[in-house]
């Protein structure tokens, strides 16, 4: 009789057991393009959760594992928050550092419980340097390295190419989104290489981002003698054209966007012999992002320490001494030798107190902010962080930011904890140890708040909406430096050649007169093609003391600023 | 002149000399070498270690020791030992205040730690008075092995629990006051010199009173 009911308990427990299966949420991993990423750069990453019945409130956690038994071991946690979890696609841009552990996925409830989890191998998916990306439809294979994505996979944030070797766009149907144009153009600006292929396959690629990066402007499509159609067009000023086809015509043009480069193809990939494309292949160089890591660590190593001088430590000890020695030996009434100990005690203790300023007390954290900030009709900032405990301690870098702060990590890390962790919308916390560096780096998406009016008669007016002036500015005109000084808050107007007279220097002279800031523009002048066009060059430094979880950290901004005021066409 | 009046004269000085003396030496030892975070690569030997907090313990000690003697020598006994060495190690942690005003400076966030760390050793030179008082008096030793039976069990005192329970040396329960550990082994490292102190200031009220039969 027994057995049965026993038989139906099991029965009845498997069916749950299954169906709680099978309502459990599922996650799949898609990351970098067509899965491929390089270690040590921004991947962007796609989560698709399925099997979810009631959305809920929770989280991600991803995790990673870096590092191993000889390089040191660390780990990264990344938490993004969700509001409202429910079946569809999660896109999030994230630091990968190593591809030696897998990369695991954690979907948590609001409680912190997992509720679903997945795991993705990154060694198969690595790739050691960076790689040609191809978009669009091809009619040879450009590089062997190259990854080759469909349109509507490529990221709508620039920083999410960080693993690129140079961005090549073919024949594309349905074109690109504005926010994709954009991402490319961010991109470009910082460093990258675009190559686009045109001709017949020009007009569905079409955009205003698109018009503003080519080297060419007031374009037109034209029917060449040999029936293939040809972007034609005024070419911009720094622009120039290589002539390589077979019948002696432009291959293509080139010109400086920011610190990367645009080549344009004046036809389409598939009016191209195999040479020509191989010929478009060797004159591409690789994407070279702006790195601003030499020079952080350098200004690092220069800020000041804060802390009393030796000669007054040394003075107060000695003062302290001698009336010990004095009072005691001069004064004959105990009561009295008391009376003036605490006296002269009393006034030196005072006379201390008064000469211990803010400036005179020794930071817990010394961390260096490089900001630059670049601007045309789109605008990007990167910065970097640069770290010095003096004691050991816990720092955490608070902000709204909706992207990963990346650390900078040594090859040996050995001996120290360079775990990190970030949480989306509260921000990163970093255990620091004695006498270590740390190096973060990050970008963004910017707007620069500064306008610049230039008439082309000399008279120009710039409107400064920073809540901080920049304390020395640049004007560059066509090669010709004007030095504005001082640009407060506000609108300005300056007259070039009365009062704003041209430096006898050319603009790769350009020499800033506060050490950071000229250590900063030389650094990356040589990326910056700023010769042709009004461009302002100005920044500010800053000291300030934060306070926080008792922790003092002596912070110094260093921000630079390099902005395009339009172009002489 | 009575002599157990005085709480510091032109012969009672040298441990109040002694004190500023080493304490000074530490303090600038504590300030950092480096005028540039570069600096920091050849950084001073003892950064990272609180000198100053160690030293003041030590030193702290050791004055309470001398002030055993003295307060002997000047024969003190009693209620009236015990206030006179109160008022010294008061005296001397004034004397010190200057020194305190830097070391906030060192580590300005640190405020609350250095006035439990003056606290603290406050106590042990308290402790270290007592005991050397009791060492001294007539009634137990009174030769050189009362000099060296006190400077042995000081150094014990300092060392000896490193083995088993650091907080118990006041070298290990100053570092970890100043950097900051769980309150139960914090309160544990106070009370046990408080309650050592209570148990010789009964003894010596004991053998006081003995005395006086």
């Not at chain 1, 409107?463 to 506000?490: K, M, W």
Request: negative net charge.
């Amino acid at each position: 009789m027994v057995q049965p009911r026993v038989g139906k308990l099991v029965l009845c427990l498997l069916f749950l057991v299954t169906v709680r299966g099978i309502a459990l949420p599922q996650i799949e991993i898609d990351l970098g393009f067509a899965g491929r990423f390089v270690p040590e750069r921004m991947t962007l990453i796609r989560l698709t959760i399925s099997g979810v019945e009631q959305p809920f409130s929770g989280s991600f956690r991803i995790t990673e594992e870096i590092g191993n038994t000889w390089r040191g071991k660390a780990s990264s946690l990344i938490e993004i928050p969700i509001p409202l979890v429910s079946n569809g696609e999660y896109e999030q841009l994230l630091p990968l550092y190593d591809f030696t552990h897998p990369l695991k996925v954690f979907l948590c409830a609001s409680d912190g419980t997992s509720v679903a989890s997945a795991d993705v191998s990154l060694r198969d998916r690595v790739r050691e340097s960076v790689f040609p990306l191809l978009v669009g439809a091809f009619p040879t294979p450009v590089d062997p390295e190259a990854v080759a994505v469909a349109a509507s996979d490529l990221p709508a944030h620039w920083l999410a190419y960080d693993g690129v070797k140079s961005l090549w766009i073919g024949r594309i149907q349905d074109g690109l989104s504005r926010a994709q144009w954009e991402a490319i153009a961010r991109w470009t600006l910082a460093g990258g290489t675009l190559v686009l292929f045109s001709g017949a396959d020009f007009y569905p690629l079409d955009s205003p981002v698109l018009r503003e990066l080519i080297p060419l402007s007031n374009t037109s499509l034209t029917m060449g003698e040999d029936g293939i159609r040809v972007l034609s067009g005024k070419p911009r000023l720094g622009s120039r054209s290589i002539n390589g086809r077979a019948d002696e015509s432009t291959l293509l043009f080139v010109r400086n966007y920011g610190a990367g480069m645009v080549f344009l193809i004046p036809v389409s990939a598939f009016d191209l012999t195999e040479k020509e494309v191989a010929a478009v292949s060797m004159e591409v160089p690789p994407a070279q992002l702006v790195s601003l890591s030499d020079m952080n660590a350098d200004l690092l190593e220069e800020i000041p320490v804060d802390r009393p001088g030796f000669s007054v430590v040394f003075l107060v000890v000695g003062i302290s001494l001698l009336s010990l020695t004095l009072i005691t030996s001069k004064v004959r009434s105990p009561k009295r030798i008391v009376l003036s100990l605490v006296a002269a005690t009393g006034i030196l203790s005072v006379l201390s107190g008064l000469y211990l300023s803010q400036a005179k007390l020794v930071n817990d954290v010394y961390a260096l902010e490089t900001t630059l900030y670049v601007g045309t009709s789109l605008g990007y900032q990167i910065e970097w962080y640069g770290l010095f405990p003096n004691r050991t301690a816990t720092v955490r870098f608070e902000g709204e930011g909706v992207l990963p702060v990346m650390e900078v990590l040594p090859r040996d890390m050995r001996g120290v904890n360079y775990d990190v962790g970030w949480v989306k919308g509260e921000g990163l916390s970093l255990q620091l140890e004695h006498g270590e560096r740390r190096v973060l780096r990050w970008g963004e998406d910017c707007t620069i708040p500064i306008t610049i009016r230039y008439a082309g008669d000399e008279e120009v007016e710039i409107e400064n909406r920073l809540p901080t002036p920049l304390s020395e500015a640049y004007l560059l005109v066509d090669g010709q430096v004007f030095s504005l000084g001082e640009v407060g808050i506000g609108t300005w107007s300056y007259t070039l050649g009365e009062g704003v007279h041209p430096e006898e220097v050319p603009s790769a002279g350009l020499r800033l007169h506060d050490a950071n800031l000229a250590a900063f523009y030389n650094t990356i002048e040589p990326c910056y093609s700023v010769e042709n066009g009004v461009w302002l060059i100005g920044g500010h430094v800053s000291d300030t003391l934060v306070v926080q979880d008792g922790v003092r950290q002596k912070v110094r901004v260093v921000s630079l600023y390099v902005l395009a005021g339009g172009e002489d066409e | 002149m009575n002599k157990g009046y005085s709480l510091i004269d032109r012969e009672s000085f040298q441990p109040f000399f002694s004190l500023l003396l080493f304490c000074g030496v530490a303090l600038l030892l504590s300030v950092p070498f480096a005028d540039r975070v570069k600096d920091f690569h050849a950084g001073g030997i003892f950064s990272g270690i609180p000198l100053y907090f160690h030293a003041q313990g030590l030193f702290m000690g050791i004055f309470g020791l001398s002030l055993g003697a003295m307060s002997v020598a000047h024969g003190e006994t009693g209620r009236k030992a015990l206030l006179c060495m109160g008022e010294r190690i008061g005296l001397v942690q004034f004397l010190t205040l200057p020194y305190l005003f830097f070391t906030w400076a060192l580590y300005p966030s640190k405020a609350v730690e250095i006035l439990l760390i003056v606290f603290y050793t406050t106590i042990v030179s308290a402790l270290c008075a007592v005991g050397s008082h009791l060492i001294e008096t007539p009634w137990t030793h009174r030769s050189a092995r009362g000099f060296l039976l006190k400077y042995a069990a000081f150094t014990g005192y300092l060392l000896l629990p490193f083995g088993f329970f650091p907080l118990l040396s006041p070298f290990g329960m100053v570092d970890a006051l100043f950097r900051g550990k769980d309150v139960g082994p914090l309160l544990f490292g106070y009370l046990v010199p408080i309650v050592l102190l209570l148990g010789l200031i009964l003894v010596a009220e004991r053998i006081h009173k003995e005395g006086l039969r």
